[in-house]
T-cell receptor, first 114, second 114 residues
Framework: EAGVAQSPRYKIIEKRQSVAFWCNPI?????LYWYQQILGQGPKLLIQ????????DSQLPKDRFSAERLKGVDSTLKIQPAKLEDSAVYLC????????????FGQGTRLTVV | GENVEQHPSTLSVQEGDSAVIKCTYS??????FPWYKQELGKRPQLIID?????GEKKDQRIAVTLNKTAKHFSLHITETQPEDSAVYFC?????????????FGSGTRLLVRP
């Protein structure tokens, strides 16, 4: 089966600019996660969708981050405006029934804010 | 909310020795505990998982144990090989609003010396 697709793979932007990441989960997976992984740390959950509804976004900095999952399939994560501390790898993952089954990760988008 | 602590942050072993990584979780409602391996520059991939109704699970050289009373679980790798060198993440999951939130530990960098 096809894996989780993410784009772009790399992005370099200046602080205060905006950026968007795209994720296409595995077909049939109802749960979609966005994680932020800062170098040397574990993935930090930013937002979790169940179909097109938000299950948890308690760790999402809502003053600058936003995410949507149109029609319960693809998802986009946006940062506006970006800060230096947003430099990280943004990982998208999907699973069939949420955290009780394997979460498959995409390759991630490495964001560098300069 | 759920918090997952992981130790040690780095672990160096001689090839052929065993490696043990330990995690503790805070929410007693958590009932699914996967372990992910992340090689340098690659996506995290599931290597083994355990559910709360089981105390131990093995898969060849890898085993996971769970102590629900103490709220901790451990990954055991026997007969380590250089290709086991990677960062390992534990995670804990519990049901929330008909979905399951997946929270990761901070990771353990394992180095297997030839």
């Amino acid at each position: 089966e096809a894996g989780v697709a993410q784009s772009p793979r790399y992005k370099i932007i200046e602080k205060r600019q905006s950026v968007a990441f795209w994720c296409n989960p595995i077909s049939g997976h109802a749960t979609l996660y966005w994680y932020q992984q800062i170098l040397g740390q574990g993935p930090k959950l930013l937002i979790q969708f169940q179909n097109n509804g938000v299950v948890d976004d308690s760790q999402l900095p809502k003053d600058r981050f936003s995410a949507e999952r149109l029609k319960g399939v693809d998802s986009t994560l946006k940062i506006q405006p970006a800060k230096l501390e947003d430099s990280a790898v943004y990982l998208c993952a999907s699973s069939y029934t949420g955290g009780q089954t394997e979460a498959f990760f995409g390759q991630g988008t490495r964001l560098t804010v300069v | 909310g759920e918090n997952v602590e992981q130790h040690p942050s780095t672990l160096s072993v001689q090839e052929g020795d065993s490696a043990v990584i330990k995690c503790t979780y805070s929410d007693s409602a958590s009932n699914y505990f996967p372990w992910y391996k992340q090689e340098l520059g690659k996506r995290p991939q599931l290597i083994i998982d355990i559910r709360s109704n089981v105390g131990e699970k093995k898969d060849q050289r890898i085993a996971v144990t769970l102590n629900k009373t103490a709220k901790h679980f451990s990954l055991h790798i026997t007969e380590t090989q250089p290709e086991d060198s990677a960062v390992y993440f534990c995670a804990a999951s519990k049901e929330m609003d008909s979905s399951y939130k997946l929270i990761f530990g901070s990771g353990t960098r394992l180095l297997v010396r030839p």
